[in-house]
């Protein structure tokens, strides 16, 4: 097993001299723990997930937490939620308190967060490896880059992306859900996850998933908001400015693995990706993702939407920067096609001064910048966070 840098260790590093407590939430096997651990190694490691621990623990909180105020690792943080007011008094009362928290279910660990840690804890978010990340890895082929995701056991312990996925559709997301829901009707739900993964890169549409699902929207609805807060999907929401144009108001649907998707669309391997329908949109969703993952590892939130008005021009992709904006199209092709930029040029007209920067990340080879449109393959494409003092 080989340990692969992760980019937000430079967040952590910095808001730990300025927080007593942070909290990394993402994914179940995003690697925060084993970030965490790199990053502080002299810190004391407690896993909640053990009922044991948690039972002793709770004998005495605040004890245990003064024993090790200055540093202690909690994984899966939210499975004790009482434990987060002791954390407050415990670090209130110490200069030296440092505490980091991990969890996997962003609603839970929020609530408790703004109740009982509000103006004391840093909240980063640690999603599956970049391209950034991963480096030199993605010289392969780019239908081994979709089927594989982000996940780091198939890249740092080269577990088949197969297993990996199906070991954490079924232990994680099902079991979080289960937890979360109380879904009396796995099935339906089941049907619903690969509903979803059909529809990656689309505008939702609760009406129709509900039909298909054979449940009410509420339903729908509220199996949406639990899978994103458990980050197995997002939506991008659309861009409105009054343009004089009727814009699309629905969001998009994507999701924070594109090995996932492949696994729920039922495709096993690359030669089945390479001649897959929705390989385009897995593509799109891949380019999409690279963005959220940028923002996140400088520990900013997502600055992302998608452009679609009544006439069907489409953006994939609008940056907002203050009153900056970057417009991108993400196609999966190999060969450049000058229509590629035609709605880039519309998006430009439409705006004004306003888009400072267009530009088609494809798979293609030719690379070309130019001051009315760039045209880069999507693994030369600048995923690095910059401040609008950079761009400007």
Excluded at 4 to 24: C, F, G, K, T
Aim: net charge positive; hydrophobic share 40%.
């Amino acid at each position: 097993m080989s340990f692969i840098n992760r980019v937000l260790h430079q967040e952590l590093e910095r808001l730990s001299a300025l927080y007593p407590v942070l909290v990394v939430t993402g994914p179940r096997q995003s690697g925060k723990t084993t970030l965490c651990k790199k990053q502080f190694p002299g810190y004391h490691y407690v896993n909640l997930e053990d009922i044991g621990l948690r039972e002793q623990i709770a004998l005495a909180p605040k004890a245990f937490l003064q024993q090790y105020a200055a540093g202690l690792i909690i994984d899966e943080a939210q499975q004790y939620p009482e434990l987060f007011s002791y954390i407050q008094v415990v670090s209130d009362a110490s200069d030296i308190a440092k505490f980091i928290l991990t969890g996997s279910s962003n609603f839970s660990l929020m609530e408790k967060i703004t109740q009982s840690l509000a103006g004391r804890a840093a909240l980063l978010t640690l999603l599956p490896l970049s391209l950034v990340e991963l480096g030199n890895r993605i010289k392969i082929d780019t239908d081994t880059i979709l089927l594989n995701g982000g996940y780091p056991a198939v890249w740092a312990k080269k577990i088949p992306v197969q297993d990996v996925s199906r070991n954490y559709y079924n232990t994680y997301i099902e079991r979080d859900v289960r937890q979360l829901l109380n879904v009396k009707d796995m099935t339906r739900f089941q049907i619903f996850i690969r509903l979803c993964a059909g529809r990656t890169g689309t505008e939702l549409n609760a009406s129709a998933l509900s039909n298909e699902v054979g449940v009410s929207v509420p339903t729908v609805k509220e199996w949406l908001s639990t899978l994103e807060a458990s980050y197995i999907l997002f939506r991008l929401p659309p861009f409105y400015r009054n343009i004089g144009k009727r814009l699309v108001k629905s969001p998009k649907l994507y999701f924070y693995d594109t090995g996932l998707v492949c696994f729920l669309l039922g495709i096993e391997n690359e030669k089945q990706l390479s001649v897959h329908p929705l390989r385009g949109a897995i593509f799109e969703n891949l380019v999409v993702l690279e963005f959220i993952k940028m923002r996140f590892n400088a520990g900013k939130l997502p600055n992302l939407f998608y452009y679609r008005d009544q006439s069907q021009h489409e953006v994939d992709m609008i940056s907002e920067k203050g009153n900056s904006l970057y417009a991108y199209e993400v196609k999966s092709a190999r060969s450049f096609h000058k229509n590629f930029t035609a709605n880039l040029d519309y998006f430009r007209k439409a705006v004004g001064k306003q888009v400072v920067s267009t530009q088609v990340i494809y798979d293609g080879e030719i690379n070309i910048n130019t001051p009315e449109n760039g045209i880069v393959n999507f693994r030369n494409a600048d995923f690095k966070e910059k401040n609008i003092s950079d761009v400007e």
